[in-house]
């Protein structure tokens, strides 16, 4: 089982972060944190990276349902999207499938919520693969 779902799009990496930040709130999410991977390597360590941003997503009435079936999986909030330039200079995009992250934790209502949100992410990647460049 894949631990995500993927597209390359053809926009600059820039542009790419608005599109895909618009697909999430469209399907109820917002971007809770955003971490610039390439930025934080240079600063930390002085390493260059290509662009990477890490955005964490959440859809809060899929994340308090979650909270409520399964307390302490708080560990595994938010759901990650990831934008990166690839070689070619186009922008991958990757997102979390929640139903394979958490398959350690036995809970069946907690599997039907995740379930849910990866029908939700799996339409904001396809939706992507739609959007001109």
Known sequence: MSYTFSTTLDMPFDAAVST??????????????EI???????KKIDADFRPYRIL???????????LQAEPEIG???PCNVVVQEDEGGRTRVSAVDPV??????????LGEIAGQVREA????????????A
């Not at 964490?56 to 979650?66: D, E, L, R, S, W």
């Open 20 to 33: 895909v930040t618009e697909a999430l709130k469209q399907e109820g999410f917002g971007v809770l944190t």
């Open 36 to 42: 610039d991977v390439k930025e934080t390597l240079k």
């Open 56 to 66: 964490g997503a959440c859809n809060p009435k899929m994340a308090h349902q979650a």
């Open 75 to 77: 560990v595994m909030l």
């Open 100 to 109: 394979a992250s958490m398959q350690a934790v036995d809970n069946p209502a």
């Open 121 to 132: 992410l799996r339409r904001v990647v396809e939706g992507l693969e739609r959007t001109p």
